[in-house]
């Protein structure tokens, strides 16, 4: 190559064509970065503003505190049975019920999605973050959980996500527990026989002392509550001391928030509890049978299962279920032993939190009532 004032000339112009076109792919470059930083910031902003759960929870029959298709839960149809017209409130063709008693059938709507999120980042600042990533998200996103999920379940309250589901579970994943309620069951049954068997209540209840009864489409369904909604019931547990030790040595039961419940449940031949979902997928329903006659059965998620006296059944009722009596008069009630105990997938950490948030009372509405 032979060097001249001219073939230098072409190199210097030949390299600042080439800078020059790599200028502007950077440049380029750098604004699509650019925008995309303010998409994002964009979105960001659009969760985590100044109405954060905005437009992400049901406002309508499946939010929180709504009953779905019509459901109540069972402390309040026995409310519910004479008095509908001052109870509920018909919303987009959903029944809800209006007792300030029963968290689940409280009419919030979204005032009550945001004490959630409120709560939960009062808890983690007073606390800490770590392990909070599924509580957060299910917080955050509830609305859209809710409604997305298969209508075989769909729990009324709250969701969790990712956690195992299935309609029965072994007794195999709360074993200590269970072994626990099933070397029980004679003080369990004698403490029912003893509440039960006692003269009406005053006052024209045809009912022993405790006991409530439940609204069904046919037959009776009658429930005796040591904890319900959280709360102990605290005449109901002097009349059982044995069942409520019981309770206290369980290591997994719901004890400290609104979804842990313990009770005695009876069915009497010929009564349907018609298919409902539970408020959450948190917990495992657990079912101690007592007296267990021919023809019973629950139903959970399309599969059918019979409760057996002296054994355990564990079930998620956050998925459709029901239960039926179809024996005769002669076969006596159908008797069990109901305690709610945690999903054993749902962390130490996810436990104190879901404690914190759900707390009875803490997400109550004060200002409406």
Known sequence: MEWSLESIREMVAG???SVRECEICALSIAMCVLLLFMWYCYRVGQEHGSSPLRGRYLVGPGRIGGVVGGFMSSDCRNREKGKRGSMLEEQNGFAFCQSSECFRCTSAGESLNQRLYHSLQEYAKRYTWSGMGRVHKGVRDQGRYLNSRP????PEVFFLPDLPSAPFFSREVQRHDVELLEQSFPALL???????????ARGGSSLPPGWKANNTPRGQWWTYYLVNQGTPLVLNVRRCPRAWRVLGQLRTFIANNVFGNACFSVLTPGALITEHYGPTNVRLRCHLGLRVPPSCELVVGGEPQCWSEGSCL???DSFLHRAFHEGNLEDG???VFMVDLWHPNVAAAERQALDYIFTPG???DKEGK
């Open 15 to 17: 390299g600042m064509q």
């Open 190 to 200: 004698a403490e029912f026989e003893s509440i039960y068997h006692q003269p009406p």
């Open 362 to 364: 803490r997400l109550d």
């Open 314 to 316: 564990l079930f998620d």
């Open 151 to 154: 209508t075989i379940q769909r």
């Open 333 to 335: 009630p159908r008797v």
